[in-house]
């Protein structure tokens, strides 16, 4: 096995999710990923655990019971393929967890209160929050002895304004059921908007700036001075931009029509549109390369997928352009921020009257490292800057275990 270089120690990273626990191992101050891997099908006949180390894949193929089942076998895949855990170091678990509600505006070191108090917010996160307290309960009797932490998707946007935060619908009922907005991708748009500062060379503080979280999930914010103002996400992930496999923004009125006269049930109708709309929906495909490998074959719903996308996208642009009184830099991340030359012009283009001017040089191709796109010329700088959640996490992780 190969020695681990990482002389201020590791955090283990975990995204325990309802049938699935993503791991990474990683090094905060050189920010390396030492090694990582997923557990999949929890509860399913057949369970799938994949451990990526020094190039090398183990991967074991067997029923995984559940969340206490899949961590052991991850634990043993660390001792046998390395690295050895003893000599990595561990100096803190970093637990991903989507919904804080608005109990939690930062991370927490985990306490029996901690875990009870995201058990509670179950109702608001039905799909998220169960794995993690599962996941969380499994890691801290496994790993006893170092502190866990956990870090909220939307301790981020817990500084948006009221106006922003509040739906117009009758305060009594928004209270007794918890609706706000929340927003979600929150250690990721406070990342970028960190190394955005940091790479144009300005404060964060004097920066206007509109984050463009682009992968499967897809979210937009507004952040003014290192604060978020605005963000596209709201009770649930499903809100906002078109995405994957969730439609983001619909008249809520589509759901009362399709119940009543499309004689859907309510479960139908959320996985409709959580798990069958998006680009999948209107493509047929989720993966951006799959649906660009369409439109090369002159497949015209893959066309008008990608016009529905980047329409929505330019929408968001020019609302918190508003609500930002202008920008000072754009950044786009993620997978498809990250990757998608085309879509990233479709969205910006013709926005010049508005201060933005994207070099199609500069934009072309995938971009791995923080890069300006705008021209010279452009008003607004605009940037990709690749996310890293995991090592967002591990970061909050060390800085709160001390
Ligand atoms: P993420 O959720 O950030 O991991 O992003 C995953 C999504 O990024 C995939 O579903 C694809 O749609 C998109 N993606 C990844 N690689 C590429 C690529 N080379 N070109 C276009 N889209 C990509």
Known sequence: MNPIT??????????AGSSSIKYQLVDPVGGEAIASGIVERIGQDVGIVTHKY?????????????????????????????????AAHI????????????VFSGPVVVTDEVVEQIRALVPLAPLHNPGHVAGLEVARELLPDVPHVVVFDTA?????????????????????NQIRRYGFHGTSHE???????????????????????????ASVSAVRGGRAVDTSMG????????????????DPAVIFHLHREGKMSIDEIDTLLNKQSGMLGLTGESDFRAIHDLVAEGDASAVLGLEVYA??????VGAYLAVLGGADVITF??????????????????????????????????????KVISTPSSRVTVLVVPTNEELAIARQAVELAG
């Open 6 to 15: 990482a002389p201020n120690g590791t955090v283990l990273v975990i995204n």
């Open 54 to 86: 020094a190039g090398s894949e183990a991967r074991l193929d067997q029923p995984v019971a559940d969340h206490s089942v899949g961590l052991r076998l991850v634990l043993d895949l660390f001792a046998k393929h390395g690295p050895d855990l003893d």
């Open 91 to 102: 100096v803190a678990v970093g637990h991903r967890v989507v919904q804080g509600g608005a």
């Open 156 to 176: 981020f946007f817990q500084t948006l304004p009221k106006a922003a935060y509040t739906y117009a619908i009758p305060p009594a009922v928004a209270e007794a």
């Open 191 to 217: 990342f970028v908007s960190k190394a955005a500062a940091e790479f144009v060379g300005r404060p964060l503080e004097d920066l206007r700036q509109i984050v463009l979280h682009l992968g499967n999930g």
């Open 235 to 250: 009770l649930t992930p499903l809100e906002g931009l078109v995405m994957g496999t969730r439609s983001g923004d619909i």
């Open 311 to 316: 329409h929505r996208l330019k929408k968001y």
């Open 333 to 370: 991340t993620a997978g498809i921020g990250e990757n998608d030359d085309v879509v990233r012009w479709q969205a910006l283009a013709g926005l010049e009257e508005l201060g933005i001017e994207l070099d199609a040089d500069l934009n072309a191709g995938r971009i791995k490292q923080p």
